[in-house]
């Protein structure tokens, strides 16, 4: 192959991937990040369809090619010179709010319409589309990523596709006509997004005032507008009943100085180190073969552990529950106990299992101790079993 697959390069930037999912159906990522469109097995030359080409210059009066109204000949020889023979991934894309939301989206844009979204509107011209594959990785870091993407898109091509490109060509999938760094393709082609309200009335697909008919595969296929839009397409049964069965996290027990230890954590992981270890990767895959590169190992996993860490840290704070200690004299989540052990006093601070550190003397409710101390007031003797033996203590004070 002459260029990684989705999923390698997905994996090699040492993101936690999603998927496949078929380009039609409606994929599962709720939150921000990247997403791959692939076909495998990508044949030599682009499989563009003569009728979406002619379709999309009728539905866009201004489309120009090189300052000059193009026939449909001249459009898809000027399309397939961009084309990348062998390669599957046909389109790296970005997510700022929801991948789910952008990608049905973009499944719901016709060819030569600006609006919901008209990213990687060439792909429109293409057969096949029953081929292409969806990957997705949820990530807040969505620029350097994309970034990281691109880079290991072009660290895979191999030379002889390389060579195919045209002279001064920047090296991104079909797809993308913008590189995430600003860098635009010259590809000569003006006008070609109209508003839709303007391809409805000014093209024979559109006239219907209903709907935007387009040809795909040969076919004619029906393309929502954006009243019809404004119902969300139904999910597939095995997706909708994994979305209706999928449990509500469980609360996270957590006083207030330890939200704050987990929102520094987080802002540390975010801020500082998620992009030196993205910078170590990129650094380690520059160094040559990936499958001999220990450093590019090494940097990958601990990207890995990183963005796991990340995500797990969003999910408790976001289910935090702040606990706090009151005046009944109980001992609850929050309270702080003074004990009486073996003739010593020692002060327990009784915190969620997320907090718990037991050399600073905080101790989760759900440990041995601290479930037995739950419940009880200042004079209360109990004795709990460890793996030293039955220990007793003594409450002396709850606060």
């Known amino acids: 192959m002459s260029t990684r697959s989705a999923l390698d390069l997905l994996r090699g930037v040492g993101l936690i991937v999603d998927g496949p999912a078929r380009w039609e159906e409606r994929v599962s990522g709720r939150g921000p990040g990247v997403y791959l469109i692939e076909m495998p097995d990508a044949p030599e030359e682009a499989p563009i369809d003569p009728a979406l080409v002619r379709a999309w210059i009728e539905r866009t009066p201004d489309l120009l090619l090189d300052g ?10 000027r399309l397939s010179s961009f084309w990348l023979p ?3 991934v046909l ?3 970005q997510a700022p709010r929801s991948i789910a939301g952008r990608i049905a989206a973009q499944q719901q844009t016709p060819l030569g319409v600006r609006r919901p979204f008209s ?3 060439w792909l429109r011209t293409l057969r096949d589309t029953g081929r292409w594959r969806l990957w997705w990785a ?5 620029e350097e990523y994309a970034d990281a993407l691109e880079t290991a898109f072009v660290d895979g091509l191999d030379a002889e596709v390389a060579a195919a490109l045209r002279e001064g060509e920047v090296a991104m999938p079909f797809g993308n006509l913008e590189s995430s760094s600003g860098v635009l393709r010259a590809h000569g082609i003006t006008g070609a997004l109209v508003d839709e309200t303007t ?5 024979p697909a559109g006239r219907s005032g209903t709907a935007a008919t387009v040809a795909r595969g040969g076919k004619a296929a029906t393309t929502r507008t954006a009243a019809s839009r404004a119902d969300p397409a139904p999910r597939s049964p095995r997706r909708a009943s994994a979305a209706s069965t999928k449990p509500a996290p469980e609360p996270t027990h957590v006083s207030r100085e330890g939200l704050a230890r987990l929102r520094a954590e987080l802002d540390d992981l975010r801020v500082v180190q998620r992009p030196q270890v993205i910078s170590r990767v990129k650094h380690a895959r520059e160094l040559g073969d990936l499958r001999e590169n220990a450093d590019y190992e090494a940097a990958r996993n601990e990207q890995s552990f990183l963005e796991g860490r990340i995500q797990s840290l969003q999910q408790l704070i976001d289910s935090a529950v702040i606990i706090a200690g009151d005046r009944t004299g109980e001992v609850i989540l929050g309270s702080s106990v003074v004990a009486e052990v ?3 006093r020692t002060t327990f ?3 969620g299992s997320t907090e718990a550190s037991p050399a600073d003397g905080r101790i989760s409710n759900a440990s041995p101790v601290g479930k037995a101390l739950m419940g009880r007031r200042a004079g209360d003797e109990v004795v709990v079993k460890l793996p030293v033996g039955e220990v007793s203590y003594r409450i002396v004070e709850v606060r």
């Open 342 to 344: 073996g003739g010593d």
């Open 68 to 77: 000059e109204r193009p026939t449909p000949h001249q459009l898809t020889q």
């Open 138 to 142: 949820e990530t807040e870091a969505i």
């Open 86 to 88: 062998r390669v599957p």
């Open 91 to 93: 389109f790296i894309g």
């Open 199 to 203: 391809a409805a009335a000014g093209s």
């Open 119 to 121: 990213g990687g509107h």
């Open 349 to 351: 601070h009784i915190v």
